[in-house]
């Protein structure tokens, strides 16, 4: 069965880094867009950030644009998202997803009902 499994989070100060890496199993992942949400408590899970299945495409949500970095590494069957400049208001739980409803496609998707596997999740907190 598909597997994804976060790793990576944890308490950082305002202006840290930290690096998200999501691997994946169980699916043909290089054939496949992902993605990074996040959910705040009290909140609705929101789109960070997605990547094409080759990698040539990324999509940001606003509020991490220039700041955070999405990758993937087919051979490793992994995606990172790279955090820079956090903040506050970063401190959620990050969730990795696949979307496996389109097999090679360009079209990266911002909705969560759109994308039928999620990882379990990694804690991030932004610490001032």
């Known amino acids: 069965q598909v597997q994804l499994v976060e790793s990576g989070g944890g308490l950082v100060q305002v202006g840290g880094s930290l690096r998200l890496s999501c691997a994946a199993s169980?699916?043909?992942?290089?054939?496949?867009?992902m993605a990074w949400f996040r959910q705040a408590p009290g909140k609705e899970r929101e789109f960070v950030a997605a990547?094409?299945?080759?990698?040539?495409?990324?999509l940001y949500a606003d509020s991490v644009k220039g700041r955070f970095t999405i990758s993937r590494d087919n051979a490793k069957n992994t995606v990172y998202l790279q955090m820079n400049s956090l903040k506050p208001e970063d401190t959620a739980v990050y969730y990795c997803?696949?979307?496996?409803?389109?097999?090679?496609?360009?079209?990266?998707?911002?909705?969560?009902?759109?994308?039928?596997?999620w990882g379990q999740g990694t804690q991030v907190t932004v610490s001032s």
């Open positions: 997803a696949a979307d496996v409803r389109r097999q090679r496609s360009s079209v990266l998707v911002t909705t969560p009902r759109t994308y039928d596997y």
């Open positions: 169980g699916l043909t992942f290089s054939s496949y867009a």
């Open positions: 990547i094409s299945w080759g990698g040539g495409r990324t």
